[in-house]
């Protein structure tokens, strides 16, 4: 048994709570992300970090498609390494960088070369038959080196238009690059934003403001 597989069987889950899922994980991996159908942890071995994506029972089925959609972009240079899958688990490269989130709230510039980059990213995975859907700012990383890279592409294989990234580009240019937007954006307000956009309530003013904007 590998150690990935070790440390994912080890890790506890009460999927009953909304929140802070999490009973118990090996001393050795360390937490470092959340999400709505798994929870992701650092592994250091022999001075390698990795990622290990470990997913709540109810969601194995969701680890095996990712698993078969990273199986399929393995060879983009926009897309994690992946080392070892499993049932329940994804062992993949460890990201170094800011999510676009990050940027956001922290005040490191998103340039117009960026937009570009995630663009080339979601068509290189269309040319290998898949459909970018739910692209977020917690999903799109810049790393030191200044390049982009897209993580958890679960939702790759459905079928209906997905306009989320579309609808951020919009916002981009409407409103970041607008003068006097905050440098910075508390967390608070980028919550709200989603609160909003995920009740559609912004997509109709963005509608209104990009009619306006391209007249």
Excluded at 34 to 61: I, N
Aim: hydrophobic share 35%; aromatic share 14%.
């Amino acid at each position: 048994m590998t150690k990935a597989k070790t440390y994912a069987e080890a890790v506890i889950y009460n999927t009953k709570k909304r929140f802070n899922k999490l009973v118990k994980k090996p001393d050795e991996i360390e937490l470092i992300g959340k999400g709505r159908s798994a929870y992701v942890f650092k592994l250091t071995d022999q001075g390698r970090e990795m990622a290990l994506k470990v997913f709540f029972p109810e969601f194995r089925k969701t680890a095996e498609k990712e698993a078969e959609i990273y199986k399929k972009l393995s060879d983009s240079s926009y897309y994690p390494d992946i080392y070892e899958t499993g049932h329940s688990y994804i062992l993949m490269e460890y990201i170094q960088g800011h999510t676009f989130y990050e940027c956001l709230n922290k005040g490191i510039p998103i340039q117009d070369d960026m937009i570009k980059e995630v663009d080339r990213a979601l068509n290189d995975a269309r040319r290998r038959g898949l459909n970018p859907s739910d692209i977020h700012l917690r999903n799109l990383i810049l790393t030191p080196s200044g390049q982009i890279k897209v993580i958890d592409v679960a939702r790759f294989l459905q079928t209906k238009e997905c306009t989320q990234w579309d609808d951020l580009k919009t916002a981009y240019q409407i409103f970041y690059k607008k003068n006097g937007f905050p440098q910075k954006l508390p967390k608070l307000w980028m919550e709200m934003i989603s609160f909003l956009y995920k009740r559609s309530w912004l997509q109709k003013q963005w509608a209104a403001r990009k009619n306006k904007f391209l007249s």
